[in-house]
């Protein structure tokens, strides 16, 4: 059973830092572009960042351009998403998947709070 399963979510006040990890099992993910996603609560499911299979290529979304840090280790069959200078509206359950994603291997993913 394929599995990405997410963690490193928790409580941070706001400037803080948070690493998230996704790590795979079941498969290998190291040929796809992997991508982060969040949902705030409320709010609908949007991309944040993504990086190809090489991790040569990375993009990210505009509120979180030069904070946030995405990388894998192909290896590890992990992909990483390393989040500074956090702000609240940052607070959000965060989620690994390919990209374009695929609806069966959506985790539980981990909760980032950022506190004011």
């Known amino acids: 059973q394929v599995q990405l399963v997410e963690s490193g979510g928790g409580l941070v006040q706001a400037g803080g830092s948070l690493r998230l990890s996704c790590s795979a099992s079941?498969?290998?993910?190291?040929?796809?572009?992997m991508g982060w996603f969040r949902q705030a609560p409320g709010k609908e499911r949007e991309f944040v960042a993504d990086?190809?299979?090489?991790?040569?290529?990375?993009s990210y979304a505009d509120s979180v351009k030069d904070r946030f840090t995405i990388s894998r280790d192909r290896a590890k069959n992990t992909v990483y998403l390393q989040m500074n200078s956090l702000k609240p509206e940052d607070t959000a359950v965060y989620y690994c998947?390919?990209?374009?994603?695929?609806?069966?291997?959506w985790g539980k993913g981990t909760l980032v709070t950022v506190s004011s």
């Open positions: 079941g498969r290998t993910f190291s040929s796809y572009t």
């Open positions: 998947n390919r990209n374009p994603p695929r609806m069966e291997y």
């Open positions: 990086i190809n299979w090489n991790g040569g290529i990375t």
